[in-house]
């Protein structure tokens, strides 16, 4: 298994990519931003992605997307194949495309909306903490790709200030302590206990 940025050389994985994140967002029976080959090969171009290949089998991926200027960047579609799962790939990918990001945007602010709960333990785990919408980016081009999820409705019905999503940041000024932590994780999975309890009511009143 090898873990390596992206470039345009994996744009032929970009279609089974697509297919493998909209194929889980249905089994969770969660929303999703769905993106098309077209976008991920241009991630791959740009060597702003991530993926992980078994010989030349696609077993992972992930990319990185810019907002408000570079102030702000977020590391998007994390997705491991079905065959690869449970063997802690997320975890790597992940760790390797925080660092990419770090490494390309030492500047900038690094957040992350999702409804995964996988996704936000590893976050926790990089230092992200749990934030409001309003402490994410303001560009618009961003909460646009928000439009193809199925709880678009519940972003606009709020003003865009809460979803089923949780916000998450990591913020490269700010030097969190042991304390801190520790409440950060705390935060985490009162959230997740919420989002588990609003999923199982969504999914018995249908």
């Known amino acids: 298994m090898k873990i390596v940025i992206a470039d345009t050389s994996h744009s032929k994985y970009a279609e089974i ?15 999703i ?3 098309t080959p077209e976008y991920i090969a241009t991630k791959m171009k740009n060597g702003n992605a991530v ?11 992930c990319y990185i997307e810019a907002w408000g200027h570079g102030k702000f960047v977020a590391n998007s579609g994390l997705i491991v194949h079905p065959k690869y799962r ?36 590893l976050n926790s785990d990089l230092g992200y903490k749990p934030v409001t919408f309003s402490e994410l980016t303001d560009d618009q081009s961003f909460w646009k790709g928000c439009q193809t999820c ?16 949780t916000g998450m940041l990591y913020d490269p000024n700010l030097k969190a302590t042991k304390t801190d932590n520790k ?9 997740l206990k919420r989002i588990k309890e609003a999923l199982y009511l969504k999914k018995n009143k249908k």
Do not use: W
């Not at 660092?99 to 992350?112: A, G, I, L, Q």
């Not at 409440?183 to 959230?191: A, C, D, Q, Y």
């Open 17 to 31: 990519i697509c297919e493998t994140i909209a194929e889980s967002a249905s089994v969770r029976g969660t929303g």
């Open 51 to 61: 993926i992980a290949l078994d010989g030349d089998i696609f077993a992972g991926f």
């Open 150 to 165: 199925k709880n678009y409705d519940v972003l606009t019905r709020t003003k865009q200030t809460m979803c089923l999503c």
């Open 86 to 121: 449970g063997k802690g790939l997320a975890k790597q990918i992940k760790h390797i495309v925080f660092k990419h990001s770090r490494e390309k945007y030492p500047n900038s602010k690094v957040f992350s909306i999702t409804t995964g709960l996988a996704v936000m333990k």
């Open 33 to 35: 931003a769905k993106r």
């Open 183 to 191: 409440k950060i994780k705390e935060k985490v999975f009162k959230r």
